[in-house]
């Protein structure tokens, strides 16, 4: 019959390989999370030019959050405005743990291209160029734009046209009827979506007069009004109100476009509109900058 402490210590030898086991287990799930997060990040520059602006900042923050940790640099200033949407996004994940943040950033990869799959180590994964999310600077959409591969013109659609701005071919299109000025794309966002996303002014006033529906909703209820607060286009936001933009719609989680925005000048143009009357308009921001 064995002593106690020779039972005393088979058990904890016992313990001390279940621990080992469960480490071993563990320490093989980080790594798997990592190298899929990794092929979802070169993955994600395909994506750019299909992504809005806030689910780019979206992948931002969690890209930072995983790499660098918690936020770790001073507030920018008042007027780095891109800067200032960069830093708040990553700063709100100050209680993530890199895990959380890989695990969102391949979720959110997964939802914008459904048919992607991070591929395991036995597979062949395609290379190209990578450039990490986290170096680009200036407007987030528009840089993030410039590290997707180039398409072939016969491989794009009316909405590649949008978000590059090509108003041109998009004029000629609605002038000769080849264009549905109605048309969506998989998330029930239209062209004037699109435009309100990139900041293109011109093309939203093109788009406006070819009788795109300025309070269309997309599928998760968001109108060009939501897109355009979102991202901060004051100028945008200014010419949809005064051609009829309804600021009171909300979207399926019951948001209003003045909610979608940190900006208080939008918020308070917003509010503006949604207590005046048709006939009784605060005055526009052209108007207000006289």
């Not at 039972?7 to 030898?13: Q, V």
């Not at 062949?124 to 680009?136: K, L």
């Amino acid at each position: 019959m064995a002593s106690f402490e020779e039972s005393d210590a088979g058990e904890a030898l016992t313990g001390s390989y279940v621990d080992l086991g469960d480490f071993l287990v563990a320490q093989k799930a980080e790594e798997e999370l990592r190298a899929d997060f990794e092929q979802a990040t070169k993955h994600a520059q395909r994506l750019a030019h299909i992504a809005t602006t806030n689910q780019l900042l979206y992948l931002y923050a969690r890209y930072k959050q995983a790499k660098v940790g918690k936020c770790n640099i001073p507030k920018p200033g008042f007027f780095d405005y891109e800067g200032k949407r960069k830093w708040d996004a990553w700063r709100s994940l100050v209680n993530y743990t890199p895990q959380q943040a890989m695990r969102e950033y391949i979720d959110a990869i997964k939802k914008l291209d459904p048919d992607w799959c991070p591929k395991s180590a036995d597979e062949p994964v395609e290379e190209h160029r990578i450039i990490s999310i986290g170096s680009f600077g200036g407007r987030v959409v528009s840089c993030l734009c410039r590290l997707q591969e180039p398409l072939r013109d016969e491989d794009k659609d009316i909405f590649d046209y949008c978000r590059e701005n090509d108003i041109a071919r998009i004029s000629q299109g609605l002038a000769a009827g080849t264009i549905d000025i109605k048309a969506t794309d998989d998330e029930g966002r239209g062209l004037l979506h699109w435009a309100c996303d990139r900041g293109h002014l011109e093309l939203v006033s093109i788009l406006y007069y070819h009788d795109a529906d300025l309070n269309m909703q997309d599928s998760e209820g968001q109108t060009p009004l939501h897109y355009a607060s979102a991202c901060e286009f004051a100028d945008i936001v200014d010419f949809l109100l005064n051609h009829g933009a309804d600021p009171l719609i909300v979207d399926n989680d019951g948001f209003r476009a003045d909610e979608a925005t940190d900006s208080k000048l939008i918020a308070n143009m917003l509010k503006q509109h949604a207590t005046h009357g048709e006939h009784d308009k605060p005055p526009s921001l052209s108007k207000m900058s006289k």
